[in-house]
């Protein structure tokens, strides 16, 4: 299994999806973290930057945990198959873990007013 982390700053977790080109990426096996990897995505491959429809480097992940995402974005994940997940845990590593323990602290996506 492979997760995902928005982390523009690459310490906390990034408020907003569609907007970050950083992400850690965890290698997950039975429960066990094996691998961390930085992506670093350009500016064209941000999630407001590319075309719906496209393909992405985050399509191979299973899971993708943020501290914030839209309606759009989060169903345009959900289509390819990766659970968006938003939370309040800012700290990488923490959010991972508690993800694998059934712990994690799960917001709803934002939905945007006109």
């Not at 941000?46 to 943020?66: K, M, Q, W, Y």
Request: glycine share 8%; hydrophobic share 40%; net charge positive.
């Amino acid at each position: 299994m492979k997760i995902a982390v928005s982390s523009q700053n690459r310490k906390t977790v990034t408020r907003h999806a569609g907007k970050c080109r950083k992400f850690w990426i965890y290698e997950v096996k039975g429960r066990q973290v094996v691998n961390k990897t930085l992506l670093e995505l350009p500016l064209a491959q941000s999630f407001r930057a590319c075309a719906p429809g496209s393909t992405h480097p985050l399509d191979e992940v299973n899971v993708l945990i943020t501290g914030g995402i839209g309606t759009g974005l989060y169903h345009r994940f959900k289509q390819k198959g990766v659970l968006a997940v938003p939370t309040t845990e800012i700290d990488p590593d923490r959010a991972v873990t508690a993800w694998l323990e059934g712990a994690l602290e799960i917001m709803p996506p934002q939905i945007k007013l006109l």
